[in-house]
């Protein structure tokens, strides 16, 4: 096994291994699952007689205690860590629902054959970069595994309970080889069925007999098996002018014979066409065999279905067995015991690309694409945080929004469905895993409770409220490379367009006031930062006053309201405290008037917030709750639009949350923003909104039936390129789920049991 992963199998055969993702072909609708097995044969069909293909399901049981280090939330010896241990014992209860001690991995490994590893390196690679093209048109994810990744799932093959230790540095220090470090202690194959290496028991089992009309479920139903197995495809094509050539030889043979029957039947004196069913049968599958070969684009392949399965007793091997076969037959299929082949069946299950077993069914390209090795995609990332557990599997799902190119997201859903608490869950995963800041803008007073039991900072922000917001706050690094004046003009246009601009919004003249003053507001800070205090509206209103245009003294005296006026609570210097990591602006008592205003003016304080831990190291996740009143405006809007834009670069992970999906998608840039979002956690659906919804982000009838009359807490989570139905329950006697709770019934039962 060379560092890059080619692996010399014998003498001139060089082979290398993809590995790759899985798609949701079980759930997708009926036309993509037509479109996914139709680019499955095209792929199928690339491979000419040169090329061992080897596809390997490989289910794999791991370390109880790997999977809890994974899992589990670290202690940090602090006051949250009463929440990490309620919050470990969710997880640990959930862990139990599926399948979570398996891991499911999906391999490809090709084969060529070369005079020498140097003349086999050019062929291997183009080979690899036309299959990864491949898989990128089924919508793949893929890997090219080294030879130590290589080495490691052989190792873990045959020494399940052995830590890999390996460096290629080793074999210059020592007469072993590659080989020498991933083989066990000992191999038995003196069994019939069944043979031994090291500690464990292993079989290998072939399939034997097909059904007429085989299902796609077959590959889907044998992995779903909780147990050790690898499930394994050695698919080989046949030269077409030597499977021409077959076929052809075939129909003659059996046209002699129907000829000679019906020469029997003469002499006998019964009818010439009651010859043998068998033969009218397999004549007519040869013929149909012959006319798809010719016209619909069909391949012959030579295939070998191999299903390897290894337990640390015999009792618990003959159990999984029992299991596979009735996989099998249920599908209508029959799997065979390869009786005293057992080491030549270990040799061709593992992912190295060559098939030591003779025992091949002769198939077409759709009779071999029917064994599709597309099953339900899982997300469980080493550094991820929980999302609930896949609708499918019930296995856990757990993703790292910070590894998606683009981690700007939204959750949607109807009133009840549940969406408060799944972005609660979202923001305690933040607090109790990292050290990042999480503020929230909360128009309806939904977060405060969650606030006051992580120790996070409550601001209440109304027309008579002491706590006051500076809508010109600025710092230097506001915009970067940018001029920050530039950016901060753009942000009182905005808020000049809300107060002032009315139905027709400002005219040319008032946007050039605007601008004008803005920039005469700032001129003394700049001059001297150090020195001279941030303005405020009050004086950005003096300046408005000072200007000769009649335009100017109209703005000003629009303006007069919010400066001198009985909503003046933006107009005076900032006098909260944002020093804590968790922070909600609750602006639920502006009223109607102020409301869309103080949202934008929170999310400008905001962006400074983000600014400044930018510069600290430190990520700022941000939820706008009813996000969709800052769409009701094109200046808001076009301000949201461009902070959603800026985000990823200043490590900020801004999520919206709404209810009212169809007046969100009303604004175009709304739409833009959803269709160019990596993460959507989309709760129960309005019927309108489901139609829009599935017609904007590309959603199968299968996937809709997820957030269709859902049940609080289900839906559908797009990750990326995922999409994984999700549901999730969280158990309602813990701290957490009472702080999180949005139900009224059960806050009020809450302040009941806390008062006596």
């Known amino acids: 096994m060379y560092e890059d992963g080619i692996c010399e199998i014998e003498n001139g055969l060089f082979s290398k291994t993809i590995k790759f993702s899985d798609i949701n072909y ?25 090329i061992n293909l080897q596809i390997t399901i ?58 020498d590893y140097q003349s086999a390196i050019p062929v291997l690679s183009r080979l690899e970069t036309d299959i990864i093209t491949n898989f990128k048109s089924l919508g793949c994810d893929t890997k090219i595994l ?60 072939y399939l034997k007999d097909l059904p007429p009309d085989l299902s796609d479920k077959l590959i889907t139903e044998l992995s779903d098996i909780p147990c050790n ?30 000829i000679d029957e019906q020469k029997k039947a003469l002499k006998a004196g019964y009818d010439v066409d009651m010859i043998p069913y068998e033969l009218k049968y397999s004549l007519n599958e040869a013929e149909e065999l012959l006319d798809d070969m010719q016209n619909k684009n069909q391949r012959m392949f030579k295939v070998t279905v191999l299903v390897h399965t290894s337990a640390k007793t015999i009792e618990e091997l003959n159990d999984n067995v029992y299991k596979i076969m009735a996989a099998a037959r249920k599908n209508n299929c029959k799997m065979g ?26 198939l077409t390209t759709a009779s071999t694409a029917i064994f599709v090795p597309f099953t339900t995609q899982e997300l469980f990332q080493e550094s991820g945080m929980y999302y609930g557990l896949n609708a499918l599997s019930r296995n856990l799902i757990f993703f790292n929004r910070k590894t998606l190119k683009n981690p700007n997201g939204f959750i949607l859903g109807t009133p009840g469905s549940g969406k408060s608490f799944s972005a609660k869950r979202e923001m305690v995963n933040a607090l109790l895993n990292t050290d990042d800041e ?79 003053a803005c920039k005469m507001t700032y001129q003394a800070y700049f001059a001297n930062p150090n020195k001279n205090p941030i303005p405020t509206l009050k004086d950005f209103y003096e300046v408005l006053k000072s200007q000769p245009e009649r335009e100017a003294t109209s703005i000003a005296l629009s303006l007069e309201l919010y400066i001198e006026g009985s909503l003046s609570v933006f107009a005076h210097p900032t006098n909260i405290d944002t020093r804590n990591r968790f922070i909600v602006f609750d602006i639920r008592d502006l009223g109607k008037q102020l409301k869309t205003m103080g949202m934008l003016i929170v999310l400008d304080q905001i962006w400074n917030r983000i600014t400044q831990n930018r510069a600290l190291g430190k990520r700022t996740w941000l939820y706008i709750d009813e996000i969709y009143l800052l769409f009701q405006n094109e200046y808001s809007a076009n301000y949201l639009f461009e902070l959603y834009k800026r985000a990823r670069k200043w490590g900020a992970i801004p999520t919206g949350i709404t209810q009212n999906v169809e007046d969100l998608l009303i604004s175009d840039l709304a739409r833009r923003m959803l269709s160019n979002t990596d993460f959507i956690m989309m709760l129960n659906q309005a019927a309108s909104d489901r139609v829009e ?28 390129n995922s999409i994984i139905p999700f549901i999730d329950k969280f158990p309602q006697d813990t701290e957490l789920y009472s702080m999180m709770t949005t139900k009224l019934e059960e806050i009020t039962a809450q302040k009941t049991k806390e008062k006596k």
Do not use: W
């Open 438 to 516: 999480v503020l929230i803008i909360d128009p309806e007073r939904e977060y405060a409770p969650l606030a006051h039991g992580f120790g996070g900072e409550v601001i209440h922000i109304s027309a008579g409220s002491k706590a006051h917001i500076n809508p010109l706050d600025i710092t230097m690094d506001y915009a970067d490379d940018d001029n920050p004046l530039l950016l901060k003009s753009e942000f009182v246009l905005s808020l000049c367009e809300l107060l002032v601009g009315g139905k027709n919004g400002l005219t040319a003249a008032q946007k050039t006031v605007i601008d004008r």
């Open 337 to 362: 015991y390869l009786d005293y082949l057992q080491e030549e069946g270990m040799n061709s299950t593992i992912p190295v690309g060559k098939n030591h077993v003779e025992i091949k069914r002769t």
């Open 229 to 258: 197995m690898t499930i394994t495809l050695h698919i080989n094509s046949v030269d077409q002018e030597e499977a021409f050539a077959l076929v052809k030889r075939k129909i003659a043979f059996m046209e002699q014979q129907k």
């Open 58 to 115: 490989h289910n794999k049981h791991i370390n109880t205690e790997d999977f809890k280090a994974q899992m589990l939330i670290p202690m940090r010896e602090d006051e949250l860590d009463k929440y990490r241990k309620e919050y470990n014992a969710m997880l640990s209860e959930k862990a139990l629902q599926g399948q979570n001690s398996i891991v499911r991995e999906k391999y490809l490994t090709f084969a060529i054959k070369a005079d």
């Open 146 to 205: 080294s030879g130590a990744e290589r080495l490691e799932f052989l190792h873990k093959f045959f020494n399940p309970d052995d830590k890999y230790v390996f460096d290629y540095e080793y074999l210059l220090y020592s007469n072993l080889t590659t080989k020498d470090y991933i083989a066990p202690d000992s191999f038995n194959f003196q069994h019939k069925n069944y043979y031994e290496f090291g500690d464990y028991y292993g079989q290998t089992l």
């Open 26 to 50: 079980q759930i997708a609708r009926r036309e993509e699952q037509v479109e996914i097995f139709s680019r499955y044969c095209e792929f199928l069909n690339y491979f000419d007689p040169s």
């Open 693 to 720: 919804l599935a017609a904007l982000l590309n959603i199968s009838n299968q996937q809709l039936n997820y957030v269709t009359n859902a049940q609080a807490g289900q839906g559908l989570l797009f990750a990326g």
